[in-house]
């Protein structure tokens, strides 16, 4: 099994910063790519963040120039750092990998289980 587990979210004020981490475990070949992704009280789920294992990056507008995604592919290690948080940022935030699990096999999407991040003051 692929397992993936999120952490370091919390309750910040408004202005502040955090570090959210993801570790992929289990039977993984291969990681193409890792992402982020958010859902909000009465929201859909929304992409926050992509990485892919060549390094490309890709941001959704509302979090431009205050999120950074980093992976370490080597470490199946996903991170998203994140600056001048504002109550809208406020959401759980899921952990998404696109990996393989055998040489021959594709890439299928895996899910952790979300880390609260609550930004108020």
């Known amino acids: 099994q692929v397992q993936l587990v999120e952490s370091g979210g919390g309750l910040v004020q408004p202005g502040g910063s955090l570090r959210l981490s993801c570790a992929a475990s289990?039977?993984?070949?291969?990681?193409?790519?890792m992402g982020w992704y958010r859902q909000a009280p009465g929201k859909q789920r929304e992409l926050v963040a992509t990485?892919?294992?060549?390094?490309?990056?890709n941001y959704a507008d509302s979090v431009k120039g205050r999120f950074t995604a980093s992976g370490d592919f080597l470490k199946n290690t996903l991170y998203l750092g994140m600056n001048s948080l504002n109550p809208e940022d406020t959401a759980v935030y899921y952990c998404?990998?696109?990996?393989?699990?055998?040489?021959?096999?594709?890439?299928?999407?895996?899910w952790g289980q979300g880390t609260q991040v609550t930004v108020s003051s």
């Open positions: 998404n990998v696109w990996a393989a699990r055998s040489s021959l096999a594709r890439s299928a999407a895996y």
């Open positions: 289990g039977s993984i070949f291969r990681i193409n790519s």
């Open positions: 990485i892919t294992s060549g390094g490309s990056t």
